[in-house]
């Protein structure tokens, strides 16, 4: 008789270092690594409760007494472009969508080091030299795609405007990490890469859109409450964000389970088939 048993990875937490979100605060990260032939399955079970993927690992924000990082995801079949939306979408109507391996080019370094120096200079990826990029982008577990968006150049017949590393879930699409041309900031090729993505979903059949964590009272993370049909991950449960300013990213001792709590309530996939 063959059974199965449920994949038992080991969670571990980080060190706390300052958050990249909200000002004079600590984060902590619980994780997992994300390997071998179930990492698939691990990464579908784990993105659905509010976990994210940096290379091999799976990762989760959770903070003493802060819990501001909510997972976020658009419901593909609800979601419509408001009249902001539908402008940077015909702004951005040349644009030509190529989805590729992950594999890692020079040209993508470069936009990549120019996106960084712009806007992210004193971030915690400033320092990253194209031997670590090539890591982020490479080593993937999972079904993962580099998606490039390429404008029309007279010189060199199409310039590299955008790119974004996207996983492929059981569920959606999972944008990994996303950098553009700092030279447009008023295409808002951030905004349109999303867009993008939702047609992709709608296109393939998938449900949803995962964009990462959404923290009240962070700016950088303020325009993903600019998308409707917003669900996010709270209390263990998807929910819509129906009203952002009803969030609140204020402290309290009892606004996180103590770690082994957590741990105990992650639903894990019942995949490794054993024989009895």
């Not at 890591?135 to 577990?141: D, S």
């Not at 569920?171 to 447009?184: A, C, H, I, N, Q």
């Amino acid at each position: 008789m063959r059974h199965t048993l449920p994949i038992a990875p080991q969670f571990y937490v980080t060190a706390p270092q300052p958050c990249p979100y909200l000002d004079g605060r600590m984060e902590r990260k619980l994780f997992t690594a994300l390997q071998g032939s179930y990492a698939e399955t691990l990464n579908d079970s784990l993105s659905k409760q509010g976990f994210r993927r940096s290379q091999n690992v799976l990762y989760r924000p959770t903070c003493a007494e802060c819990s501001a990082c909510l997972s976020a995801r658009i419901r593909v079949a609800d979601f419509k472009p408001n009249r902001t939306q539908r402008r940077i979408l015909r702004r951005n109507a040349d644009l030509r969508r190529n989805a590729t391996s992950p594999w890692a080019t020079e040209e993508q370094y470069t936009l990549f080091r120019d996106y960084l120096d712009r806007r992210h200079a004193d971030g915690g990826m400033a320092d990253m030299d194209i031997f670590e990029f090539a890591a982020m982008i490479e080593e993937t577990p999972v079904r993962s795609r580099v998606v490039e968006y390429l404008r029309p150049d007279p010189d060199s017949g199409a310039a590299l405007s955008a790119v974004c590393l996207t996983d492929v879930l059981d569920d959606g699409l999972s944008m990994v990490y996303s950098f553009y041309d700092p030279e447009r900031e008023r295409d808002s090729l951030g905004t349109y890469i999303i867009l993008d993505h939702v047609e992709i979903a709608r296109e393939a059949g998938l449900p949803y859109v995962y964009l990462g964590y959404w923290v009240p009272g962070s700016p950088k993370m303020g325009y993903k409450a600019r998308f409707n049909a917003l669900e996010i991950y709270s209390r263990g449960v998807w929910q819509p964000l129906d009203d952002p300013e009803g969030h609140s990213a204020d402290t309290h001792p009892l606004s996180t389970d103590p770690i082994a709590e957590q741990v105990a309530r992650i639903s894990l996939p019942d995949t490794r088939p054993f024989k009895g």
